[in-house]
């Protein structure tokens, strides 16, 4: 038995118009054959996924308290960042274009969609490297 109730209908019908808003956003910026590639290997994905919110919290804290970016807490998280980054786009350049172009021209979007916002990533970009 379930101790959580059924959703509301208005709640089901939200949830499945961000799904709906979400799939178009993506056919605009991805290829058919890129969204399968993402779909075939969704399972990996979304335990990649799962990292980004803890990352993201831990990048929010060191910006929040004004470490600098070149502190090695930074830098390791930036390492993680990069990580995540590459696990998604797997060294494809074209993919990795796309991914940044729907970022930019779909901030609200995809913030709201739990993805970091422009000012984290200018700042994980100013992490030194090597």
Do not use: C, K
Request: glycine residues 6%; proline residues 8%.
């Amino acid at each position: 038995m379930r101790d959580t109730p059924d959703p509301a209908p208005s709640d089901v019908l939200r949830m499945i118009d961000e799904v709906s808003r979400v799939n178009e956003t993506f056919a605009q910026y991805f290829t058919p054959e890129q969204v399968a590639g993402l779909q075939a290997r969704r399972v990996e994905g979304e335990a990649t996924a799962a990292q980004w919110p803890d990352l993201i919290a831990a990048v929010r804290a060191e910006m929040d308290a004004g470490t600098d970016p070149s502190h090695p807490r930074v830098r390791a998280l930036a390492d993680r960042w990069a990580e995540l980054l590459a696990a998604f786009h797997r060294g494809d350049p074209e993919l990795r274009a796309r991914l940044d172009r729907m970022r930019t021209e779909n901030p609200a979007e995809v913030s709201a969609a739990g993805a970091p916002d422009q000012a984290m990533i200018d700042w994980i970009g100013r992490v030194p490297r090597g």
